[in-house]
């Protein structure tokens, strides 16, 4: 069934061809009939071939006017393959009419009119080869029966003729049937794992819509990705890659075969299944987990390739099919959301889609794709968030980021840095930043804004980029003095700072002969070991504000706050307790001696100016 795919439309567009060629040609036998005094059998014969045209027509319109799923098409192609047999054999008919008669002209028309039906057969049914050849046994064979019965030796060495003619059509047909399947073959497959490709599921996945249009039940799309397996191509080589794909591909292929579902590779690392179908949705839904589950248990197993042993997982999306005005490409979108959502969740799961996911994805896209042109636009702003001593002074501050958009208005920095981070504008952004704080610490100081401490926040993924270090120094050369360049904290958050220990010691120790200094954030959130603290080379801890936040309940968080100051006391470090909103915090902080606070009960994030006003009237006040 599925690798006639192609074929249906091919053999639609036949039918047409077919009718006007025959009712054309045969309309010349009443004309012969006339011509030889037959008035009964000709006009009888046209009736017949009119009315198998009129057969073929309905065919036609059978398929041009109804929708159909691929198991209808096999069904209308078997009558389609009844009604050219009986096409090409009533050309038959005429030939033993005609061979019976005396007048040896007409012995001639009927040969040469089957040799000519034989011909045209093996043409137009090339990709059909056991009907052509049926209709090739059929049509050659009365003739060259017709032949040995003469019983002269010219007849007999026409009869050879006549074999060898069928032959060499017969061969014909056979190696452009198999050059056609090559080709069809390759179109429709993967040339590496011989499983279906795109455009095979495609024709798959809209015939499961119809069938779903018609019988109301439902199916299933399974995405399935890779994880990680561009490291494996990337260190072992693209052999191993192309091997362990084929094994992947394999084991997806036993375990679809089982459950009656169909998989195809879309590209890369990316495959596809559907299911088979069920009557209701709640089944459908929980047979969809289960079987994904399934997948990624067999996917996880471990591989011996080339006497090496490897081990992947995988991500993959679901989405249900049971809208029938939906689309292929959207089904296969959807599923992709929620592949995507699995690979943010930390990968080797399994994500259903909804309309929810859907909405926060394409909120997601659209912040990158906006996100882009930021910078260039103007869009990107910093705010600055003062930092003060225990004597209410204003020591410092920490530069913010912040993001106005015409279309997307004001969007958080928790909900643009991590796509940012993601998708490698970070980079940018992050440069962007560290150069307009750069800017403002050195017109500041020129404005007798002194300020001990001017705190950046960095991404892991910024900090490991291979041009950061250069950057930094270039920056800090072009607008700082060894004196402002000394100020500088770098905050980096405590998870994502043990991604790469070593490396990310190797890079701060580098920063740090521009006399930057550094600062872990959100302390307390992450998994730090003290022995880890001790290793890389922090000036500061900054107390994450959810501990904060707690220090107006008496309960646990207040011991929690103690122990990272007497941490911080005991490594030598500075301690930032930011997320200060209180006079309880405030006090509390003051008494167990925390160096600095930051928080909206001093001031919220300011702009540029606002800040220069605050700062100033901070110290007309003061003194």
């Given at each position: ?18 009718i006007a ?6 309309t010349?036998?009443?004309l012969?009939?006339?011509?030889y005094?037959?008035y009964?059998?000709e006009?009888?014969w046209?009736?017949?071939?009119l ?8 065919l ?5 006017d ?13 009558k ?6 009986s ?5 038959t ?15 001639y028309?009927?040969?040469?009119t ?5 011909v ?13 050849i ?5 049509s ?8 040995l019965?003469?019983?002269?030796l ?7 003729l ?7 059509l ?14 069809k ?8 794992t011989?499983?279906?490709n ?8 809209k ?14 799309l ?5 994880d ?15 091997k ?7 084991r997806?292929k036993?375990?679809?075969?089982l459950?009656?579902?169909n998989?195809?590779?879309l ?9 088979d ?5 709640v089944?459908?839904?929980k047979r969809?987990q289960?079987?994904a589950?399934e ?5 996880k197993?471990?591989y ?9 997982s ?10 029938p005005?939906?689309t292929?490409?959207?089904l296969?979108?959807e ?5 995507y959502?699995a690979?943010s ?12 996911l ?8 659209e ?5 882009r042109?930021a ?14 001593n225990?004597k209410?002074?204003i ?10 958009n015409e279309?997307l208005k004001?969007v958080?920095p928790?909900?643009f ?7 490698g ?13 750069f ?5 500041w100081?020129k404005?007798?804004?002194n300020?001990?401490?001017f ?16 950057d930094?120094?270039?920056l ?9 360049s ?9 998870t ?9 010691i190797e ?8 006399g ?5 954030d959100?302390?307390?959130t992450?998994?730090s ?17 959810s501990?904060?936040s ?15 100051l007497n ?8 301690v ?8 309880t ?8 001696k925390?160096?600095?606070l ?26």
């Amino acid at each position: 069934m599925l690798s006639n795919i192609n074929f249906y439309n091919f053999m639609h567009r036949q039918i047409l061809v077919l009718i006007a060629l025959f009712i054309s040609t045969a309309t010349s036998y009443i004309l012969i009939g006339i011509a030889y005094s037959s008035y009964i059998i000709e006009p009888l014969w046209y009736l017949f071939v009119l009315m198998l045209s009129y057969w073929g027509y309905k065919l036609y319109r059978e398929y041009s006017d109804y929708i159909l799923t691929l198991q209808e098409k096999e069904i209308w192609l078997k009558k389609l393959r009844y009604f050219i047999f009986s096409y090409f054999s009533s050309w038959t008919i005429m030939f033993v009419v005609y061979v019976m008669r005396d007048n040896i002209e007409l012995h001639y028309l009927a040969i040469f009119t089957q040799l000519g039906v034989s011909v045209v057969a093996t043409t137009i049914l090339v990709s059909e080869k056991k009907l052509a050849i049926f209709i090739l046994a059929s049509s050659m064979l009365p003739v060259t029966i017709y032949l040995l019965f003469i019983g002269k030796l010219y007849a007999y060495v026409i009869a050879i003729l006549t074999i060898v003619l069928a032959w060499v059509l017969l061969y014909g047909a056979r190696n452009t049937y198999a050059y056609l399947q090559r080709n069809k073959f390759e179109a429709y497959h993967d040339y590496l794992t011989k499983l279906g490709n795109r455009r095979y599921f495609v024709e798959l996945l809209k015939d499961a819509i119809k069938k779903q249009r018609n019988s109301g039940e439902f199916m299933f799309l399974l995405l399935i990705d890779l994880d990680h397996f561009k490291t494996i191509n990337d260190t072992l080589g693209h052999d191993i890659g192309d091997k362990l794909l084929r094994e992947v591909a394999y084991r997806m292929k036993t375990l679809a075969k089982l459950n009656h579902s169909n998989i195809s590779r879309l590209g890369g690392d990316e495959f596809c299944l559907l299911s088979d179908t069920y009557e209701d949705k709640v089944s459908c839904l929980k047979r969809a987990q289960s079987f994904a589950q399934e997948l990624l248990d067999s996917v996880k197993q471990t591989y011996i390739i080339d006497a090496q042993h490897l081990y992947i997982s995988a991500s993959i999306g679901v989405s249900i099919i049971d809208n029938p005005k939906i689309t292929a490409t959207t089904l296969i979108k959807e599923a992709d959301i929620a592949m995507y959502e699995a690979k943010s969740k930390g990968r080797d799961g399994v994500i259903l889609f909804s309309n929810e996911l859907s909405i926060r994805v394409e909120r997601k896209l659209e912040i990158e794709r906006l996100l882009r042109f930021a910078i260039q636009k103007g869009e990107i702003t910093l705010n600055y968030q003062p930092q003060v001593n225990l004597k209410d002074e204003i020591i410092g501050c920490e530069a913010l980021v912040r993001w106005n958009n015409e279309q997307l208005k004001n969007v958080g920095p928790d909900e643009f840095i991590p796509i940012a981070e993601q998708s490698g504008i970070i980079i940018e952004l992050g440069k962007y930043i560290l150069e307009e704080s750069f800017k403002t610490l050195s017109e500041w100081d020129k404005k007798g804004i002194n300020l001990e401490q001017f705190s950046i926040n960095i991404s892991m993924r910024q900090m490991f980029c291979n041009t950061f270090v250069d950057d930094a120094k270039e920056l800090c050369n072009r607008y700082l003095s060894p004196t402002l360049s000394s100020k500088l904290i770098f905050e980096m958050t405590e998870t994502s700072a043990a991604e790469d220990v070593s490396k990310l010691i190797e890079i701060m120790n580098k920063i740090k002969s521009c006399g930057v200094r550094f600062s872990m954030d959100d302390f307390g959130t992450g998994y730090s070991s003290l022995s880890y603290l001790r290793q890389i080379p922090i000036y500061e801890l900054k107390i994450d504000k959810s501990f904060i936040s707690e220090l107006d309940n008496p309960n646990k968080e207040i011991n929690m706050v103690k122990i990272i100051l007497n941490i911080a006391k005991n490594l030598g470090l500075k301690v930032v307790a930011e997320g200060v909103e209180t006079k309880t915090q405030q006090d509390f902080l003051i008494d167990e001696k925390c160096d600095i606070l930051q928080g909206f009960y001093f001031s919220k994030p300011l702009s540029k100016d606002k800040f220069e006003e605050f700062f100033l009237k901070s110290k007309i006040s003061s003194s």
